[in-house]
């Protein structure tokens, strides 16, 4: 924006703000735009009443990035420097912000959910309305000036068949309906959320599902589907909800099936407990680069809890509560595709995961029977010939 076009931006929104106009309507801007610059002309004067419209209602600058579906993170790098994530690749982007507008942006963000971001509290996780998740450092942790990184909630489902080959997107669904307890596991911004979705969209209609997520991020499309979220302590340090208290909260709320949207701590004890007594089809989703490593990785969740639980007992606990662990990845070109869909079996000294198939296609069928009564066994059908 030239410096004329900033001081018309700023005089209109100060004018603005005297009418008191929280959420200002287009021709209402139009207006004052028209008002403060006769003389600009109609591409001129269009993009000016969009960037004050989105400095005043949105996110400013970074609007039109957020507002792009290709894009799925946004990352501002310090002062002067801004960054995409599209298609899995990072490319750099022609804007640039000052520490100011930067700082004025997390404000924004963080302010109308009773957070801070200042030396006191260098980091803060937020939420965006439409589910994309905030992360804020500033100084004097962000060495080169206050960073903020969005990481978009996907404007578009993706069907679980882009993910995997046909049969093991059949036994994914045969899974969900026959009740059976999956544990999505992956990277960071392997697709883990992503997938979860696609899964719970195979829940049948009418079953009342309860979501509990540290940053609510999960669409259903059911149409009984209850969401939780998780609240960090206030400016004071009080007022924290943890997951674990939601998902133990869950559990008074009747619900037929639990998705928590990630277990980090303590609540994989909860998941666990509820995923084997009478919430069967419950989801969940955890960091780890293999299902071995997500049983081994849910153990140590457990035993770092509060319950000092023998270890032997909580393997029995993983074993019969878990059915299926779905490994998901992302590959050269920035495509999410499940690479490994393991059984958790009973093996020496506890439990392990008997690979069932991957990118190549399913290659066994599980061992588990449905956990729902009456349901269908899983096809041999679907097995790569």
Known sequence: ???????????????????????????????????????????????????????????????????????????????????????????????????RAIEHLIEKIVSPLGLRADRAA?????????????NAVVPPLAIDGPCLTIRRFGAVAVPLAAFCAAGVAALLRWAVRARLNLLVSGGTGAGKTTLLNALAGEIPAGERVVTVEDAAELRLPGDHVVR??????????????????????????????????????????????????????????????????????LETMVLMGETALPLAAVREQVLSSLDLVVQVSRIAGGRRVVTEVAE???????????????????????????????????SGSWLER
């Open 1 to 99: 924006m030239s410096t004329h076009g900033a001081g018309v931006a700023q005089r209109v929104q100060a004018r603005l703000l005297d009418q008191r106009s929280a959420a200002p309507a287009l021709e209402q801007v139009a207006h004052l735009v028209r008002d403060e610059a006769p003389l600009l002309g109609a591409a001129a004067h269009e993009r000016l009443v969009a960037d004050v419209v989105a400095t005043i209602s949105g996110l400013g600058p970074l609007e039109p990035l957020l507002a792009d579906p290709t894009v799925t993170e946004v990352m501002v790098n310090g002062p002067g420097r801004v960054w995409v994530e599209r298609a899995g690749a990072l490319e750099r982007v022609e804007m640039a912000l000052d520490e």
């Open 122 to 134: 260098p980091i803060v996780d937020a939420r965006l309305p439409d589910g994309s998740r905030v």
């Open 228 to 297: 939780l979220e998780a609240r960090p302590a206030n400016a004071e340090g009080a007022g924290e909800v943890r997951v674990r208290d939601l998902v133990r909260n869950a559990l008074r709320m009747r619900p037929d099936r639990i998705v928590v949207g990630e277990v980090r701590g303590a609540e994989a004890l909860d998941m666990l407990q509820a995923m084997n007594t009478g919430h069967e089809g419950s989801l969940s989703t955890c960091h780890a680069n293999s299902p071995s490593d997500a049983l081994r990785r």
């Open 344 to 378: 958790v079996v009973d093996g020496e000294g506890g439990s392990r995961t008997r690979a069932l198939g991957g990118t190549g296609g399913l290659e066994a069928l599980p061992s588990r029977p449905p956990r729902l009564a009456g349901a269908p066994q899983a």
